[in-house]
């Protein structure tokens, strides 16, 4: 276990408004996208599967880069996966426990 620092609410929201949805390197065979922020990947988003439309896909699942971080339930869109990973970034990224 390694002790951090916490970020503040103030500097968490910084790097989440600097934030942008890029194409990750592999999009073409994992149609992944990253959400990166000062050259850093917060978020990763990737397509879910177990739909019943045509692809199986039924949405957008994120997960916090390099983390066990990740959301439940799929959301509609890229934008929608996105806002809710970085909420649960800056929740992670402000808490005080040690990790």
């Known amino acids: ?9 103030t500097a968490a929201q910084a790097v989440i408004d600097a934030a ?7 999009w073409s065979d994992t149609r992944r996208w990253h959400v990166v922020s000062g050259g850093d ?26 983390r066990a971080v ?3 339930r799929p959301e509609k869109t890229v934008q929608d996966a996105a806002t809710v990973g970085l909420a649960a970034w800056k929740r992670w990224v402000t808490t005080k426990e040690t990790r």
């Open 20 to 26: 942008e949805i890029v194409k990750a390197p592999d």
């Open 41 to 66: 990947v917060l978020v990763v988003i990737e397509p879910s599967y177990g739909g019943t439309s045509r692809s199986g896909r039924n949405g957008w699942r994120w997960s916090i880069a390099g």
């Open 70 to 72: 990740a959301g439940i």
């Open 1 to 9: 276990m390694t002790a951090r620092r916490p970020l503040s609410a």
